[in-house]
């Protein structure tokens, strides 16, 4: 049963490397690379772009009521989602070093590069600042969570739930009482080897 597990895993990973592969191969047809974490246009893209751009009075003008209602109800969000994003680093750099979990880095889950898109006006560029950094910030909170999950309670639930995440699949089955201490060992294993290649990984 768990090598089915693992295979079905290592088949989810294999086809989500497929997936960035062919995004891959978007990057070119239109026209940009990526260099480190920064964006990079052609020249002729560029200038492509700005004729596309709605402008900044017409957009918000022409917005529907419920646009304007509602925007900052959505932009109040921002200082929950600030807090709870200092919260996490504080989180990680007390009981991830007592536990000798791996930390997360906030730059594989928060992705601020749509600003860069030339064919934006100011206003959604900015709008697509906040949706880059709320839904980044959940996947690194998911990711911190499933980490500490993974520690103290790696069982899976009775019943099925939507959007679990990546390592749930490798917890020990609800009610099997026989064999949780020896999985909870080795999933806290497999946490400590990746602390260890994470810090050799750094060292390099």
């Given at each position: 049963m768990?090598?089915?597990?693992n295979?079905?895993?290592?088949?989810?990973?294999?086809?989500?490397?497929?997936?960035?592969?062919?995004?891959?191969?978007?990057r070119?047809?239109?026209?940009?690379?990526?260099?480190?974490?920064?964006?990079?246009?052609?020249?002729?893209?560029?200038?492509?772009?700005?004729?596309?751009?709605k402008?900044?009075?017409?957009?918000?003008?022409?917005?529907?009521?419920?646009?304007?209602?509602?925007?900052?109800?959505?932009?109040?969000?921002?200082?929950?989602?600030?807090?709870?994003?200092?919260?996490?680093?504080?989180?990680?750099?007390?009981?991830?070093?007592?536990y000798?979990?791996?930390?997360?880095?906030?730059?594989?889950?928060i992705?601020?590069?749509?600003?860069?898109?030339?064919?934006l006006?100011?206003?959604?560029?900015?709008?697509?600042?906040?949706?880059?950094?709320?839904?980044?910030?959940i996947?690194?909170?998911?990711?911190?969570?499933?980490?500490?999950?993974?520690?103290?309670?790696?069982?899976?639930h009775?019943?099925?739930?939507?959007?679990?995440?990546?390592?749930?699949?490798?917890?020990?089955?609800?009610?099997?009482?026989?064999?949780?201490?020896?999985?909870?060992?080795?999933l806290?294993?497999e946490?400590?080897?990746?602390?260890?290649?994470?810090?050799?990984?750094?060292?390099?």
């Amino acid at each position: 049963m768990a090598r089915d597990v693992n295979e079905l895993i290592a088949e989810i990973r294999r086809l989500e490397d497929q997936l960035e592969a062919y995004l891959d191969n978007l990057r070119s047809q239109f026209h940009y690379s990526l260099k480190g974490h920064r964006v990079r246009f052609e020249s002729t893209v560029r200038e492509a772009h700005k004729r596309f751009r709605k402008g900044l009075l017409g957009y918000m003008f022409g917005a529907p009521l419920a646009h304007w209602l509602s925007a900052p109800i959505i932009y109040s969000m921002v200082f929950p989602l600030a807090f709870i994003d200092l919260a996490l680093v504080f989180y990680q750099h007390t009981c991830f070093r007592a536990y000798g979990i791996a930390r997360v880095r906030r730059s594989d889950y928060i992705a601020i590069d749509r600003h860069r898109l030339g064919y934006l006006n100011s206003l959604e560029k900015l709008n697509c600042v906040y949706c880059g950094y709320a839904n980044g910030l959940i996947a690194y909170a998911r990711e911190i969570l499933a980490r500490t999950e993974q520690y103290w309670c790696p069982i899976k639930h009775a019943r099925r739930t939507r959007g679990k995440h990546s390592r749930y699949y490798k917890f020990a089955e609800f009610g099997d009482a026989e064999r949780y201490r020896a999985r909870l060992a080795v999933l806290r294993g497999e946490l400590a080897r990746e602390a260890g290649a994470s810090r050799k990984s750094d060292d390099s």
